[in-house]
């Protein structure tokens, strides 16, 4: 595939495709249970397809609930035998050890998150990669010294826990969730979803290399059914789940009245907010980072953005421009900005999104770039014009699609920006500083950027108010989930 030229400002970029020889895909993979690769019990498997080319590229193991059950014997093993005794130095080792091998092995990493997901190169090679590993390093430094993060509280591990991802940063969300577990001296049973599992297991293989205690790391691979087992098997002392808010929902009413912890990351839209003395071109730039970056498949995405008036007709012609030369193509090319939208359904959900937003009567821009002829591709859009009561303003659509609105005065816009179920981040471009401090105080958002967006540290708590969920993943808060104290 050759990406296409997007604007008559621009010239066409020679393609430069990074390349897949080094990239080893086995044709099957079975559970990562007690240290191995095993059949499943069910025997049966499933495709995982390359996004933008509709190609399979494995049969992957469908866990059932007798799986399931072997994933959590297995880590109740490793837990009661060897994790819990291990001296938590000797435990640093080994998530060390893991950090190290992702580093060496990231290209390859980065071309199967690529592959599996549809996310450009450039993104999982500069970002998911790379900072995956930093979160192994990170907390791999607390795992000898949680009684100096938490003095005079006798942090306690709280056995085995499950773990839940999505599908928008596959291996860096397995490593969100492994890390800190592994930190606190409990023992995973992790499941990616079902579009993305790839590197998940290849993490297995890499956890195996690295000769982690049998069991202490299970990673099974299935659809909602096989969380469904998972959450509410008896040995599963704590939840941790990123995903939809309906499955965040379903989980809380599934382990009330039990002694589950449990940790919520759930859905969001972010209020963008650019005041009139914002520095616009970089404001600009923040605005296609916030909904652009990974297709709009971020849970804390600018999707909603709102301009100070006297500026909006400058930020939308130049939005409009920068749109122009985005790249929309082969995920696998170094010149790609937005590559496939991750699976067929969630396709099909941003097409029913622009739909309401066309029959609501809202203005629509889209950039003139020619998407691919195969595979699940989408325009970056903009909708102009739109009103608080706008489904395009209130839902989440988790695609590159930008709802604006204008406003005037500050109470005005705090008022917009928190007029949502949802409360996961938000954004502010300003050349004040009072100013960031005020909104950073009234914005009902868990991560509140300024003057830049989508930034991410291991060392930064990040996590929601309202319906985006509850806990916080990332620093030291990362590490009281997984906490008894
Ligand atoms: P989902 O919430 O259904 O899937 C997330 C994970 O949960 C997957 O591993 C899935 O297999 C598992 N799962 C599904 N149903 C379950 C159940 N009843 N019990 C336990 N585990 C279950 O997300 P989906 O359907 O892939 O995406 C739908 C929408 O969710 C997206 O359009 C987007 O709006 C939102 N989403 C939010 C994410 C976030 O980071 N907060 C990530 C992915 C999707
Ligand atoms: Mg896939």
């Avoid at 790839?198 to 956890?207: C, F, G, V």
């Amino acid at each position: 595939m050759k990406p296409k030229p997007t604007s008559e400002f621009i010239w066409d970029y020679a393609p430069a495709p990074e390349s897949t020889d080094h990239v080893k895909i086995e044709s099957r993979y079975g559970l990562f249970i007690n240290g191995k690769f095993v059949a499943p019990k069910s025997k049966k498997y499933f495709g995982t397809y390359n996004p933008a080319t509709d190609e399979k590229l494995a049969d992957i193991a469908e866990a059932n609930a007798a799986d399931v059950d072997l994933a959590f014997s297995a880590a109740h093993n490793a837990y009661e035998k060897v994790w819990k005794k291990m001296p938590p130095k000797e435990r640093a080792k080994y998530i060390f050890r893991i950090a190290r091998v992702i580093q060496e092995r990231a290209r390859e990493l980065s071309v199967i998150e690529s592959m599996d997901g549809g996310k450009p190169i450039r993104e999982s090679r500069d970002f998911d990669i790379p900072t995956a590993a930093n979160h192994f390093f990170y907390y791999a430094g607390w795992a000898d010294k949680l009684d100096y993060a938490f003095p005079n509280r006798k942090p306690k591990s709280l056995g085995v826990v499950a773990q839940i991802i999505p599908w928008n940063f596959p291996l860096l969300m397995a490593a969100w969730k492994i890390a800190p577990a592994l930190a606190t001296g409990n023992t995973v049973v992790l499941k990616p979803a079902e579009s993305t599992s790839l590197s998940a297991l290849k993490l297995a293989e890499i956890i195996r290399d690295c000769d982690l205690p049998p069991g202490v790391v299970n990673i099974i691979t299935g659809f909602a059914d096989t969380g469904k087992a998972m959450v509410t098997h008896p040995q599963a002392n704590k939840i941790a789940f990123t995903g939809s808010t309906d499955v965040g929902k379903y989980i809380q009413k599934a382990t009330a009245g039990t002694n589950k912890k449990l940790t919520l990351e759930l859905g969001g839209k972010a209020a963008h907010i650019i005041f009139d003395d914002a520095p616009i071109n970089q404001a600009v730039e923040g605005i296609v980072n916030g909904i652009f970056f990974n297709q709009g498949h971020v849970c804390c995405a600018g999707s909603r953005l709102f301009l100070q008036e006297n500026v909006a007709d400058e930020v939308i012609r130049k939005l409009k421009d920068r749109m122009k030369t985005l790249i929309v193509g082969d995920p696998l090319d170094k010149n790609t900005d937005i590559g496939a939208i991750n699976n067929k359904q969630q396709l099909e959900k941003i097409n029913k999104y622009l739909k309401i937003g066309l029959e609501e009567g809202l203005e629509i821009y889209q950039s003139d770039c020619v998407l691919p002829k195969k595979g699940c591709f989408c325009k970056p859009t903009l909708f102009l014009n739109v009103a608080q009561s706008n489904r395009i303003m209130q839902e989440e659509i988790f695609g590159p699609v930008l709802a604006i609105q204008t406003f005037r005065t500050i109470e005005e816009v705090i008022e917009k920006a928190n007029n949502t179920p949802y409360g996961l981040s938000a954004g502010v471009w300003t050349d004040k500083g009072a100013k960031i401090f005020h909104l950073t105080s009234k914005l009902k958002a868990g991560v509140v950027w300024a003057n830049t967006y989508n930034k991410f540290d291991p060392t930064s708590p990040f996590g929601g108010y309202k319906e985006s969920g509850f806990g916080r993943e990332g620093g030291l808060h990362g590490l009281m989930g997984y906490l008894d104290m």
